[in-house]
């Protein structure tokens, strides 16, 4: 939908987050005139909210739904279910696609997409990093010009009922993920599959083979042969990120013609993203890892594979959302590992069938008390829950600064 076909609509924003008052924000440049409908299911808004949704009409509470039909257009924000006015839903990230001018490279995955996305955008100079990585993109669509690069991270929930496909897409993975929201694993993945669905002969799919896609454009397999030299040369970067996520980032940079020792350069100067297998420090001779985005098994494989065999006490367990845990637990059963401090409900199901040192807790401040008391000197203890946070914590971002918090509070006693 271009955005001038908004002007005699009566528009709906139906969520009042980040990126929904982007959204308001940037319909206000462009109609400066027009009164919107905001919808959020929330009873009350902060004063900055409010303040910026002043002269709109607004429904809020439990019935912030009551009032769908009467509107032309509804751009819906990700994560708010979707329901039975189909043909009447947009969203910020199809409004982009829809009127951006310039190039789009679309990164997708159940993990490691936000770290991919910052990688890209870190070694294409002057590019813009969009998305759910937490930058709106409406905001940058008014400067927008034909030469400038789009580093768009895309979820699921960006990419459900999205009908263009950026122009290069990188899929990295996929493992059953949001099946609290979705009806079962083929839809989720069904909504991934649009991040190249339609993309035409023109276009680039940089793709996991696992992942076997049907497409019209180019296809570049994520092959660690493509580039044995670089890395055998360049073994530092491994610790950046998963070895198929950097061949990823680098047959990006391919298409793009980077010379090698920008590549390098930009590498070097990468910082991880916080709560990504983040190192906390080494405290009273412990060293912490802060993995609290790790929701689901296979990052937490993932993980312990990274840190090798010096990973003695592991926090784990959140939110079960009755996905399995069988990989995880062979693979914590082959570690070293000698403590499990686990959370509710999951943790209590993956160490059902461990036999380690097993602490139960119900809050950070307990777990990092057991992780000091039995972690040995010169060994690792590692937070990586295999789990959502929603249960105990209102998110992962809060579930790892507490981590981090009572750590560094703990070391001063």
């Known amino acids: 939908m271009k955005i001038e076909e908004l002007k005699n609509k009566k528009v709906l924003i139906l969520g ?14 462009v109609f400066p005139k027009k009164i919107f409908a905001i919808a959020d299911q929330k009873e009350e808004l902060n004063s900055k909210t ?44 199809e409004l982009f696609f829809d009127n951006c001018p310039g190039k789009i490279i679309g990164v997708t995955g159940t993990k490691g997409k936000s770290t991919v996305a910052s990688l890209i955008h870190s070694i294409l100079k002057g590019s813009y990093l969009v998305g759910n990585i937490e930058t709106p993109s409406l905001s940058f669509l008014s400067k927008a010009k034909k030469d400038d690069i789009f580093v768009y991270e895309l979820s699921s929930h960006q990419l459900m009922n999205l009908k263009k496909s950026p122009h290069i897409a990188v899929f990295l993975n996929i493992y059953p993920e949001h099946l609290d929201y979705y009806k079962n694993f083929e839809e989720y993945f069904s909504a991934k599959k649009n991040i190249y669905k339609y993309q035409s002969e023109s276009d680039y799919l940089i793709f996991n083979p696992e992942i076997e896609p049907r497409t019209k454009a180019k296809k570049i397999k994520i092959d660690v042969n493509d580039f044995a030299q670089f890395l055998k ?12 996520n950097l061949i990823a980032v680098l047959n990006v940079a391919k298409l793009f013609n980077v010379p090698e020792k920008d590549i390098i350069k930009s590498l070097n100067k ?13 405290f009273k001779g412990i060293r912490f890892y802060d993995d609290s985005i790790a929701t689901i ?32 637990v062979k693979r914590i059963k082959k570690s070293n590992i000698k403590t499990i401090i686990a959370f509710p409900d999951s943790g209590e199901k993956i160490v059902r069938n461990i036999r380690s040192r097993i602490y139960k807790v119900d ?3 307990d777990a990092v008390d057991l992780a000091y008391k039995h972690t040995s000197k010169g060994k690792i203890c590692l937070m990586s829950p295999a789990s959502p946070s929603f249960n105990l914590f209102k998110d992962y971002k809060e579930r790892g600064d507490l981590f981090k918090k009572y750590i560094n509070e703990k070391a001063k006693n």
């Open 50 to 93: 409010k303040k910026a949704i002043e002269g709109m009409d607004i429904f809020l509470g439990k019935d912030y739904l009551k009032n769908v039909k009467d509107f032309d257009v509804i751009i819906k924000s990700p994560g708010i279910p979707f329901f039975k006015y189909k043909d009447k839903l947009t969203s910020q990230t």
């Open 16 to 29: 009042i987050g980040r990126e929904g008052l982007d959204t308001l924000k940037y319909l206000k440049e």
């Open 297 to 328: 098994p296979e990052a937490v494989v993932y993980a312990l594979d990274s840190l090798g065999d010096d990973v003695e006490t592991i926090i784990l367990g959140g939110l079960d959302r009755g996905i399995k845990y069988d990989k995880l």
């Open 363 to 365: 809050n950070m401040k």
């Open 233 to 244: 040369n360049n073994q530092q970067f491994l610790e950046i990120t998963h070895i198929d």
């Open 270 to 282: 990468y910082k991880r993203l916080p709560h990504r297998l983040e190192f906390v420090g080494e």
